[in-house]
């Protein structure tokens, strides 16, 4: 089974907020594309980060996987990083 991954911004850390992405912000994996019509903007720094985890994500893995109990990513940005959360969809 595909998923379709979808990643949102839960919270923005630092003194002062990302320039590129706000609470509630998305961007939409299905497989190794980003489906442009379901995402907000796309931070390069951001997406080298999300790339790894997005491959596991997008297919059927054992319930005892560890990427099934990833609950947040992070963008590498160490003054003001972004958080977001996962969420999987079958398609």
Not at 37 to 55: G, Q
Not at 71 to 89: A, K, M, N, S, W
Request: proline share 7%; aromatic share 10%.
């Amino acid at each position: 089974m595909s998923y379709r991954v979808i990643l949102t911004v839960k919270e923005t850390r630092g003194d002062r907020p990302c320039g590129y992405y706000k609470v509630g912000d998305k961007i939409t994996f299905h497989g190794a594309e980003i489906v442009k019509d379901e995402s907000d903007r796309l931070c390069l720094f951001a997406l080298s980060a999300v790339f790894p985890y997005i491959t596991a994500l997008s297919r059927e893995t054992p319930k005892e996987d560890w990427i099934n109990r990833k609950e947040t990513l992070q963008c590498p940005d160490d003054g003001r990083p972004v958080i977001f959360t996962i969420d999987r969809e079958p398609l």
